[in-house]
């Protein structure tokens, strides 16, 4: 009955990435944390003017408190994304 069989023009292309001398994986990963930080931290400044708008000083203080560690994080992964760049030298 059906003569079944069908065959596919094999056209598959295949893509392959050349690894980029500028950005490894480990760099963008790093790099990833360093914008996730960066935006928490933009996050916390627009609260802080808020807070401060609204005079509640109780919540302006705590968001400072915040803002602090979370400037110590971006400068910790900040350190790692440059200590890998030199050594990987990527
Ligand atoms: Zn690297």
Known sequence: MGSGVQRKGGDVATIKSMGSPQACQRQQELLAEVQRILL??????????????????????????????????????????KQHRDEHGC
């Open 40 to 81: 928490k931290l933009s996050e916390l400044a627009r609260a802080e003017s808020k807070a401060m708008e609204s005079r509640s000083e109780n919540a302006w203080l705590e968001i400072d408190k915040q803002i602090e560690l979370t400037i110590g994080e971006k400068e910790r992964s900040m350190g790692a994304l």
